[in-house]
């Protein structure tokens, strides 16, 4: 219809769509390819229940999975390396796990 907007957020019967929300996606892909899954998340990140059920879901598949959390901090913390100490110390973790499944180092 010309002139309306999609919904901003999802409907009720979406919530549980992988698409919308990995957490209710099969995780043992990420087992199956080899892929090490780092989560960087902060106590004060709005999503971090879901996170936390997240890395319990994965380590139950089988995924090896490395949480970092940051006891004071939000959602994407890990991109402020100006203002946060801990967030250049999360992305050297994240690199790290990169570089160990990838041919290609950054």
């Known amino acids: 219809m010309r002139g309306s907007n999609p919904p ?3 409907t009720e019967d979406k919530l549980r769509d992988p698409h919308i929300s990995p957490l209710y996606g099969d995780l043992s892909i990420f087992r199956l390819v080899g892929t090490r899954l780092v989560i960087a998340t902060g106590r004060y990140d709005i999503l971090h229940p879901d996170i936390e059920l997240f890395v319990k879901k994965a380590s139950a598949a089988g995924v090896q999975t490395t949480l970092i959390e940051a006891p004071h901090l939000w959602h994407y913390w890990i991109i402020f390396t100006d203002v946060i100490p801990e967030a250049g110390q999360g ?4 690199v790290a796990a990169v570089n160990a499944n990838s041919s290609i180092a950054l």
């Open 91 to 94: 992305q050297d973790i994240v």
């Open 8 to 10: 901003a957020v999802t």
